[in-house]
T-cell receptor, first 116, second 112 residues
């Protein structure tokens, strides 16, 4: 198993550009989520999904969209990049089913995004 | 008030030392508790879950005090490889989202 994979590893965007961060997992996990990590702020939840076709907002959803058309993939879209979105983005999945996760979350290696 | 509070450190200890990290959480309805470890520029990984009765995994001991809403992690006989950031994580099943809340992390450096 590859686990949770994320692409790209690094990305530089100009203000106003849009892009999609890719996340995929091959563990058949129903629960997937996106976090951002900023210095001194810890990990903050952006969006999450409890299964294909179901997504919901986390703590800091503004400026981001998600969709979950398959169990495996959970892309994160930046609609119009802003410098405040400069961060490290982690995707995570959990084997927990359609209820709040109480078990281990497996994280991808992260995407380091810089918006200039 | 932040959901999960941790002392950010840094903690700098010699090899062989015992070090303890503390964490407090704000929601008394929280149900599940974890310690994650994050190496520099890497993703977080689960170190151990924290159970009400306390639990031990080799050199690592985790304790939970629900009355005080307090979680601790004790590392005995520190190794150089223990150098990392330790994240306190709480699953808040009291909310409609029931999501994980991460502390900001406590940085540990073990020196030879």
């Amino acid at each position: 198993n590859a686990g949770v994979t994320q692409t790209p590893k690094f990305q530089v965007l100009k203000t106003g550009q849009s892009m999609t961060l890719q996340c995929a997992q091959d563990m058949n996990h129903e629960y997937m989520s996106w976090y951002r990590q900023d210095p001194g702020m810890g990990l903050r939840l952006i969006h999450y999904s409890v299964g294909a076709g179901i997504t919901d907002q986390g703590e800091v959803p503004n400026g981001y969209n998600v969709s979950r058309s398959t169990t495996e993939d959970f892309p994160l879209r930046l609609l119009s990049a802003a410098p405040s979105q400069t961060s490290v983005y982690f995707c995570a999945s959990s084997p927990q089913g359609r209820r709040p996760p109480t078990y281990e979350q497996y994280f991808g290696p992260g995407t380091r995004l810089t918006v200039t | 008030r932040k959901e999960v509070e941790q002392d950010p450190g840094p903690f700098n200890v010699p090899e062989g030392a015992t070090v303890a990290f503390n964490c407090t959480y704000s929601n008394s309805a929280s149900q599940s508790f974890f310690w994650y470890r994050q190496d520099c520029r890497k993703e977080p990984k689960l170190l151990m879950s924290v159970y009400s009765s306390g639990n031990e995994d080799g050199r690592f001991t985790a304790q939970l005090n629900r009355a005080s809403q307090y979680i601790s992690l004790l590392i005995r006989d520190s190794k150089l490889s223990d150098s990392a950031t330790y994240l306190c994580v709480v699953n808040d099943r009291g909310s409609t989202l029931g999501r994980l809340y991460f502390g900001r992390g406590t940085q540990l450096t073990v020196w030879p």
